[in-house]
């Protein structure tokens, strides 16, 4: 079982790494992707274009790494795409995710933000099963 903890800690962190990078490399093409949901005030957006991906790139070397708080700082992360995502939805907005960047891969094989969000909803089975095998023992709770 710790083979596939390893497994589903790489994936995460492949992820979340691809994700990030290519945002990076356009700051001002995310920002665009950022200000189409709506969400943020103008002056905002292109610090969160810089923050966002910057975070999930820490997040993806903690996981690749198994440190215990990148797990936390990916279900956060997941937490917060899901409800954007779904406000999305909710919203009838035409967007692109920008999941993976202004010019993301996937944008011409699925449409809509409804692909994001069961992909994202998706990633939280690998991610609670790393958390909960690389959890701590409570055993010794019991004995005494």
């Known amino acids: 079982m710790k083979i596939l903890s390893i497994l589903s800690n790489i994936l995460l962190a492949g992820v979340f ?6 945002k990076l490399a356009d700051t001002q093409g995310f920002s665009v992707v950022i200000a189409g949901y709506g969400l943020l005030p103008e002056t905002m957006v292109p610090l969160m ?11 993806a070397v903690g996981l690749l790494f198994g440190h215990r708080w990148a797990y936390k700082s990916a279900a956060a992360m ?19 995710c920008g999941c993976f960047g202004a ?29 909960w095998y690389t959890r701590p023992s409570r055993s010794h709770v019991l004995e005494d």
């Open 17 to 22: 790494a691809f994700a990030a990078i290519p």
């Open 78 to 96: 997941l937490a917060l795409f899901i409800l954007i995502l779904a406000y999305g939805i909710s919203m009838g907005l035409d967007v692109d």
């Open 103 to 131: 010019d993301d891969p996937e944008k011409d094989a699925y449409s809509g933000l409804g692909t994001a969000l069961l992909r994202d909803l998706m990633l939280l089975i690998p991610l609670f099963y790393s958390w």
């Open 49 to 59: 274009a810089v923050i966002l991906p910057l975070w999930e790139l820490v997040t």
